[in-house]
Protein backbone atom coordinates (compact mmCIF):
# COMPACT_ATOMS: atom_id res chain seq x y z
CA UNK A 1 0.00 0.00 0.00
CA UNK A 2 1.92 3.10 -0.88
CA UNK A 3 1.23 6.11 1.05
CA UNK A 4 -0.63 9.01 0.10
CA UNK A 5 -1.35 12.57 1.89
CA UNK A 6 -5.32 12.56 2.52
CA UNK A 7 -7.61 15.48 3.68
CA UNK A 8 -10.69 14.72 5.58
CA UNK A 9 -12.86 17.40 6.10
CA UNK A 10 -15.77 17.71 8.65
CA UNK A 11 -13.54 14.91 11.14
CA UNK A 12 -15.17 15.66 14.35
CA UNK A 13 -18.91 14.87 12.73
CA UNK A 14 -20.25 10.99 13.60
CA UNK A 15 -19.28 9.80 10.09
CA UNK A 16 -15.97 12.20 10.27
CA UNK A 17 -14.61 10.12 13.05
CA UNK A 18 -15.36 6.63 11.81
CA UNK A 19 -13.72 7.41 8.39
CA UNK A 20 -10.81 9.39 10.17
CA UNK A 21 -10.55 6.48 12.81
CA UNK A 22 -10.37 3.50 9.97
CA UNK A 23 -7.69 5.69 8.06
CA UNK A 24 -5.67 5.93 11.37
CA UNK A 25 -5.95 2.39 12.19
CA UNK A 26 -6.09 0.58 8.99
CA UNK A 27 -3.55 2.23 6.89
CA UNK A 28 0.01 4.28 6.52
CA UNK A 29 -1.56 7.12 4.93
CA UNK A 30 -0.21 10.37 5.92
CA UNK A 31 -3.52 12.19 7.15
CA UNK A 32 -4.90 16.06 7.55
CA UNK A 33 -8.07 16.57 9.72
CA UNK A 34 -9.69 19.15 9.15
CA UNK A 35 -11.65 20.34 12.28
CA UNK A 36 -13.23 23.33 14.02
CA UNK A 37 -12.22 22.51 17.03
CA UNK A 38 -10.07 20.17 18.21
CA UNK A 39 -11.38 19.07 21.57
CA UNK A 40 -14.32 17.77 19.57
CA UNK A 41 -11.95 15.11 17.63
CA UNK A 42 -11.91 12.09 20.29
CA UNK A 43 -9.71 9.69 17.43
CA UNK A 44 -6.16 8.89 18.85
CA UNK A 45 -4.20 10.91 16.81
CA UNK A 46 -1.18 9.84 18.43
CA UNK A 47 -1.12 6.37 18.22
CA UNK A 48 1.02 6.56 14.81
CA UNK A 49 3.26 9.25 13.53
CA UNK A 50 1.32 11.01 10.02
CA UNK A 51 -1.70 12.15 11.58
CA UNK A 52 -2.50 16.04 11.17
CA UNK A 53 -4.84 17.96 12.80
CA UNK A 54 -5.75 20.96 10.99
CA UNK A 55 -7.62 23.82 13.06
CA UNK A 56 -9.95 26.09 11.23
CA UNK A 57 -13.38 25.63 9.18
CA UNK A 58 -14.81 25.99 5.45
CA UNK A 59 -15.09 29.73 5.69
CA UNK A 60 -11.51 30.37 5.58
CA UNK A 61 -9.92 27.02 3.28
CA UNK A 62 -8.05 29.76 1.02
CA UNK A 63 -5.56 29.19 4.58
CA UNK A 64 -4.65 25.54 3.36
CA UNK A 65 -4.37 26.11 -0.61
CA UNK A 66 -0.30 25.38 -0.38
CA UNK A 67 -1.44 21.82 1.36
CA UNK A 68 -4.40 22.02 -1.00
CA UNK A 69 -2.23 21.01 -3.77
CA UNK A 70 -0.26 18.30 -2.39
CA UNK A 71 -2.90 16.10 -1.52
CA UNK A 72 -3.66 12.76 -3.63
CA UNK A 73 -6.98 12.02 -1.86
CA UNK A 74 -10.03 14.86 -0.08
CA UNK A 75 -12.75 12.60 1.63
CA UNK A 76 -15.44 15.59 2.01
CA UNK A 77 -17.76 15.10 4.68
CA UNK A 78 -18.08 18.41 5.69
CA UNK A 79 -21.30 20.46 5.56
CA UNK A 80 -23.82 22.38 7.57
CA UNK A 81 -26.99 20.96 8.57
CA UNK A 82 -29.78 24.05 8.54
CA UNK A 83 -30.64 26.93 10.65
CA UNK A 84 -28.07 28.97 9.74
CA UNK A 85 -27.33 31.50 6.77
CA UNK A 86 -24.06 29.85 6.23
CA UNK A 87 -25.85 26.86 5.12
CA UNK A 88 -25.39 27.60 1.05
CA UNK A 89 -22.01 29.40 1.67
CA UNK A 90 -20.26 25.95 3.42
CA UNK A 91 -22.38 23.19 1.30
CA UNK A 92 -21.96 24.83 -2.40
CA UNK A 93 -19.48 27.95 -2.25
CA UNK A 94 -16.73 26.64 0.04
CA UNK A 95 -16.98 23.22 -0.76
CA UNK A 96 -16.26 24.07 -4.99
CA UNK A 97 -13.46 26.58 -3.67
CA UNK A 98 -11.94 23.86 -2.09
CA UNK A 99 -11.97 21.38 -5.06
CA UNK A 100 -10.80 23.97 -7.06
CA UNK A 101 -7.59 24.45 -5.11
CA UNK A 102 -7.03 21.05 -4.99
CA UNK A 103 -4.25 20.32 -8.59
CA UNK A 104 -6.26 17.93 -10.82
CA UNK A 105 -2.70 16.48 -11.41
CA UNK A 106 -1.77 15.34 -7.89
CA UNK A 107 -4.93 14.69 -6.59
CA UNK A 108 -6.18 11.13 -7.79
CA UNK A 109 -9.83 11.51 -6.12
CA UNK A 110 -12.22 13.77 -4.30
CA UNK A 111 -14.87 11.95 -2.33
CA UNK A 112 -17.61 13.96 -1.66
CA UNK A 113 -20.23 13.78 0.57
CA UNK A 114 -23.46 14.49 -0.67
CA UNK A 115 -26.91 12.54 0.34
CA UNK A 116 -29.71 10.34 -1.20
CA UNK A 117 -32.45 12.50 -0.22
CA UNK A 118 -31.70 14.19 -3.38
CA UNK A 119 -32.01 11.37 -5.55
CA UNK A 120 -34.81 9.24 -7.07
CA UNK A 121 -35.01 5.27 -7.34
CA UNK A 122 -32.92 5.53 -10.30
CA UNK A 123 -30.35 8.08 -9.09
CA UNK A 124 -31.91 10.76 -10.95
CA UNK A 125 -32.17 13.87 -9.31
CA UNK A 126 -35.31 14.65 -7.86
CA UNK A 127 -36.68 17.74 -8.69
CA UNK A 128 -38.77 18.16 -5.33
CA UNK A 129 -35.34 18.11 -3.62
CA UNK A 130 -34.39 21.61 -5.74
CA UNK A 131 -38.25 23.08 -5.05
CA UNK A 132 -39.15 22.23 -1.67
CA UNK A 133 -36.41 20.93 0.05
CA UNK A 134 -34.76 22.27 3.21
CA UNK A 135 -31.72 24.32 3.20
CA UNK A 136 -29.58 21.56 3.67
CA UNK A 137 -31.30 19.48 0.84
CA UNK A 138 -31.65 22.18 -1.35
CA UNK A 139 -27.90 22.86 -0.96
CA UNK A 140 -26.87 19.37 -1.12
CA UNK A 141 -28.79 19.58 -5.24
CA UNK A 142 -27.11 22.64 -6.15
CA UNK A 143 -23.58 21.42 -4.96
CA UNK A 144 -24.12 18.31 -7.03
CA UNK A 145 -25.00 20.32 -10.25
CA UNK A 146 -21.93 22.02 -10.10
CA UNK A 147 -19.59 19.22 -9.76
CA UNK A 148 -19.26 18.13 -13.80
CA UNK A 149 -18.23 21.62 -14.11
CA UNK A 150 -15.01 21.67 -12.91
CA UNK A 151 -11.45 20.95 -13.76
CA UNK A 152 -11.19 18.19 -11.04
CA UNK A 153 -14.63 16.21 -12.06
CA UNK A 154 -13.68 13.33 -13.67
CA UNK A 155 -11.57 12.57 -10.08
CA UNK A 156 -14.97 12.86 -8.50
CA UNK A 157 -16.45 10.08 -6.39
CA UNK A 158 -19.62 11.15 -5.67
CA UNK A 159 -21.33 8.70 -2.36
CA UNK A 160 -25.07 9.55 -1.32
CA UNK A 161 -25.68 8.22 2.55
CA UNK A 162 -29.02 7.20 2.77
CA UNK A 163 -29.84 6.89 6.94
CA UNK A 164 -26.78 6.76 8.99
CA UNK A 165 -26.54 5.07 12.42
CA UNK A 166 -23.36 5.07 14.61
CA UNK A 167 -21.98 6.80 18.12
CA UNK A 168 -20.11 5.57 20.74
CA UNK A 169 -18.27 6.71 23.87
CA UNK A 170 -15.53 8.36 21.37
CA UNK A 171 -17.64 8.93 19.14
CA UNK A 172 -20.73 11.38 18.62
CA UNK A 173 -23.70 9.67 18.08
CA UNK A 174 -26.00 10.83 14.29
CA UNK A 175 -29.42 11.69 14.89
CA UNK A 176 -31.04 8.76 14.32
CA UNK A 177 -28.52 6.54 16.65
CA UNK A 178 -29.15 9.34 19.95
CA UNK A 179 -32.91 9.02 19.31
CA UNK A 180 -32.58 4.63 19.25
CA UNK A 181 -33.58 5.13 23.26
CA UNK A 182 -36.72 6.13 22.52
CA UNK A 183 -37.77 3.00 20.84
CA UNK A 184 -39.45 1.00 23.86
CA UNK A 185 -41.37 4.30 24.35
CA UNK A 186 -43.56 3.97 20.89
CA UNK A 187 -43.07 0.92 19.94
CA UNK A 188 -46.15 -0.14 21.68
CA UNK A 189 -48.08 1.51 19.48
CA UNK A 190 -46.55 1.18 16.47
CA UNK A 191 -46.51 -2.94 16.58
CA UNK A 192 -50.43 -2.79 15.59
CA UNK A 193 -50.14 -0.97 12.68
CA UNK A 194 -49.26 -1.35 8.86
CA UNK A 195 -47.30 1.48 7.30
CA UNK A 196 -46.16 1.74 3.41
CA UNK A 197 -42.53 2.89 3.33
CA UNK A 198 -38.98 1.27 2.39
CA UNK A 199 -36.05 2.36 3.22
CA UNK A 200 -31.54 1.80 3.28
CA UNK A 201 -29.56 2.77 6.78
CA UNK A 202 -25.78 1.99 7.18
CA UNK A 203 -23.51 2.71 10.38
CA UNK A 204 -21.01 4.75 10.35
CA UNK A 205 -18.58 2.22 10.91
CA UNK A 206 -19.42 0.05 7.60
CA UNK A 207 -19.72 3.67 5.55
CA UNK A 208 -15.78 4.24 6.65
CA UNK A 209 -15.04 0.52 5.18
CA UNK A 210 -16.56 1.45 2.05
CA UNK A 211 -14.34 5.20 1.95
CA UNK A 212 -10.99 3.24 3.11
CA UNK A 213 -11.81 0.77 -0.04
CA UNK A 214 -13.08 3.35 -2.14
CA UNK A 215 -9.34 5.26 -1.69
CA UNK A 216 -7.28 2.43 -1.97
CA UNK A 217 -9.32 1.27 -5.38
CA UNK A 218 -11.18 4.26 -7.17
CA UNK A 219 -13.65 3.62 -9.87
CA UNK A 220 -12.38 2.72 -13.04
CA UNK A 221 -13.35 4.63 -16.22
CA UNK A 222 -16.29 2.67 -16.75
CA UNK A 223 -17.27 2.21 -13.35
CA UNK A 224 -20.00 4.63 -11.96
CA UNK A 225 -19.08 6.98 -9.73
CA UNK A 226 -21.98 8.03 -8.39
CA UNK A 227 -22.40 5.75 -5.31
CA UNK A 228 -25.47 5.34 -2.64
CA UNK A 229 -24.46 4.04 0.44
CA UNK A 230 -26.99 1.20 2.08
CA UNK A 231 -27.28 -1.89 2.95
CA UNK A 232 -30.34 -4.31 1.54
CA UNK A 233 -33.46 -1.98 1.25
CA UNK A 234 -36.07 -2.80 4.34
CA UNK A 235 -39.93 -1.98 4.82
CA UNK A 236 -41.29 -0.19 7.51
CA UNK A 237 -43.18 -3.30 8.63
CA UNK A 238 -39.90 -5.21 8.24
CA UNK A 239 -38.24 -2.56 10.28
CA UNK A 240 -41.39 -2.19 13.14
CA UNK A 241 -41.09 -6.43 13.63
CA UNK A 242 -37.43 -6.75 13.81
CA UNK A 243 -37.69 -4.11 16.58
CA UNK A 244 -40.60 -5.73 18.45
CA UNK A 245 -38.58 -9.46 18.15
CA UNK A 246 -35.55 -7.60 19.79
CA UNK A 247 -37.53 -6.07 22.09
CA UNK A 248 -39.85 -9.19 23.40
CA UNK A 249 -42.86 -7.46 21.88
CA UNK A 250 -45.55 -9.66 20.60
CA UNK A 251 -47.50 -8.86 17.13
CA UNK A 252 -51.12 -9.68 17.36
CA UNK A 253 -52.46 -7.79 14.94
CA UNK A 254 -51.58 -5.29 12.57
CA UNK A 255 -54.28 -2.57 11.02
CA UNK A 256 -53.04 -0.90 7.94
CA UNK A 257 -52.58 3.15 8.32
CA UNK A 258 -53.61 4.86 5.13
CA UNK A 259 -53.13 7.77 4.17
CA UNK A 260 -56.29 9.48 4.50
CA UNK A 261 -56.09 8.57 8.28
CA UNK A 262 -52.34 9.75 8.93
CA UNK A 263 -53.70 13.39 7.35
CA UNK A 264 -56.46 12.96 10.50
CA UNK A 265 -53.87 12.21 13.10
CA UNK A 266 -52.05 15.02 11.54
CA UNK A 267 -54.84 18.03 11.30
CA UNK A 268 -56.19 16.02 14.71
CA UNK A 269 -52.75 16.77 16.97
CA UNK A 270 -51.93 19.77 14.34
CA UNK A 271 -49.07 18.48 13.51
CA UNK A 272 -46.55 21.33 11.86
CA UNK A 273 -45.18 19.53 8.75
CA UNK A 274 -43.27 21.86 6.04
CA UNK A 275 -43.54 20.91 2.55
CA UNK A 276 -40.41 19.01 2.45
CA UNK A 277 -41.70 17.10 5.28
CA UNK A 278 -44.99 16.41 3.05
CA UNK A 279 -43.81 15.21 0.58
CA UNK A 280 -41.60 12.91 2.07
CA UNK A 281 -44.41 11.20 4.40
CA UNK A 282 -46.41 10.76 0.48
CA UNK A 283 -43.23 9.59 -1.27
CA UNK A 284 -42.41 6.86 1.16
CA UNK A 285 -40.69 4.60 -0.77
CA UNK A 286 -36.62 6.05 -0.02
CA UNK A 287 -34.78 2.67 -1.77
CA UNK A 288 -31.66 3.13 -4.53
CA UNK A 289 -30.80 1.19 -7.38
CA UNK A 290 -27.61 -0.17 -7.36
CA UNK A 291 -27.04 0.83 -3.32
CA UNK A 292 -23.49 0.00 -1.85
CA UNK A 293 -22.30 -1.55 1.02
CA UNK A 294 -19.19 -3.13 2.30
CA UNK A 295 -21.00 -6.46 1.24
CA UNK A 296 -21.11 -5.15 -2.53
CA UNK A 297 -16.41 -4.88 -2.02
CA UNK A 298 -16.87 -8.15 -0.28
CA UNK A 299 -15.95 -6.88 3.24
CA UNK A 300 -17.74 -7.92 6.47
CA UNK A 301 -20.45 -5.35 7.38
CA UNK A 302 -20.92 -4.15 11.76
CA UNK A 303 -24.27 -3.24 11.27
CA UNK A 304 -26.36 -5.45 8.50
CA UNK A 305 -29.82 -5.57 10.86
CA UNK A 306 -31.73 -3.63 12.67
CA UNK A 307 -31.35 -5.92 15.64
CA UNK A 308 -27.48 -5.39 15.30
CA UNK A 309 -27.96 -1.49 15.23
CA UNK A 310 -29.87 -1.65 18.65
CA UNK A 311 -27.49 -4.00 20.38
CA UNK A 312 -24.80 -1.40 18.87
CA UNK A 313 -26.65 1.45 20.61
CA UNK A 314 -26.53 -0.36 23.80
CA UNK A 315 -30.29 -1.29 24.06
CA UNK A 316 -30.64 -4.63 25.81
CA UNK A 317 -32.41 -7.23 23.70
CA UNK A 318 -35.62 -8.80 25.65
CA UNK A 319 -37.20 -12.50 25.28
CA UNK A 320 -40.84 -12.80 24.75
CA UNK A 321 -42.70 -12.88 28.03
CA UNK A 322 -46.31 -13.61 28.86
CA UNK A 323 -48.47 -10.71 28.11
CA UNK A 324 -45.78 -8.96 26.01
Known amino acids: MTP ?51 QGNMHDIERFSNLLKTIDVAVLTAAVWGGTAEVFDINVVKTIRLMNLLDPDVCEQVIYFSTASIL ?38 TVFPTLVFGGDDTKPYSHLSA ?38 HPPDVDQPRELVLGGRPVTANQAI ?19 PLIDVFIALFQVQMAAWDRFCLNYRQFTY ?15 PTIADLLNERGIIPRRLGKGQ
Not at 241 to 257: D, Q
Not at 289 to 303: G, K
Open 241 to 259: AAVCAYLGKRIYLRFPLPK
Open 4 to 54: KRILVTGASGCVGHYIADTLIQQTPHELFLLVRDPQKLRVDCESRPGVNVL
Open 120 to 157: DHDLQPLKQAREIGTDYIRSKYDCHQRLAKLAIAPQIT
Open 179 to 216: GLPDLPKWINLARFFKVEGSFHFMHGHDIAQVIAYLIE
Open 289 to 303: RDAVSPETYSLPMRC
